[in-house]
Nanobody, 125 residues
Framework: QVQLMESGGGSVHAGGSLRLQCVVP????????VGWFRQAPEKERERVAR?????????AYADSVKGRFIISQHKDNYTVYLQMNNLQVEDTATYYC?????????????????WGQGTQVTVSS
């Protein structure tokens, strides 16, 4: 079973930073969208950011994280990062990374093919 591997979650105070890491199996890394999603208890899953792994870094962010989060990739080690700065209490959630279908960039989470187990981010006031 193909699975992505997240790491880097933890607990920080508001205003702090964390960097999440998602290792994508090399067989599925290229020419896909890799997205970061989050889900807080009793809330719907939200797409936070995504990046297309081929060519130039084509990225997109949710309005709630623009200017604070940065998604990037290191193609040599098949890894996608999410640098999270100025974290707020409302950023508390389980964060997941996912890879979409080959050559495409889905708009909804249900169309992403491969997922990780998630990493917890907790921000306290």
């Amino acid at each position: 079973q193909v699975q992505l591997m997240e790491s880097g979650g933890g607990s920080v105070h508001a205003g702090g930073s964390l960097r999440l890491q998602c290792v994508v199996p090399k067989d599925i890394f290229y020419r896909r969208c890799v997205g970061w999603f989050r889900q807080a208890p009793e809330k719907e899953r939200e797409r936070v950011a995504r990046i297309y792994t081929a060519g130039r870094d084509i990225v997109a962010y949710a309005d709630s994280v623009k200017g604070r989060f940065i998604i990037s990739q290191h193609k040599d080690n098949y890894t996608v990062y999410l640098q999270m700065n100025n974290l707020q209490v409302e950023d508390t959630a389980t964060y997941y990374c996912a890879a979409g279908p080959y050559g495409g960039c889905p708009k909804i989470s249900g169309d992403f093919d491969y997922w990780g187990q998630g990493t917890q981010v907790t921000v306290s006031s």
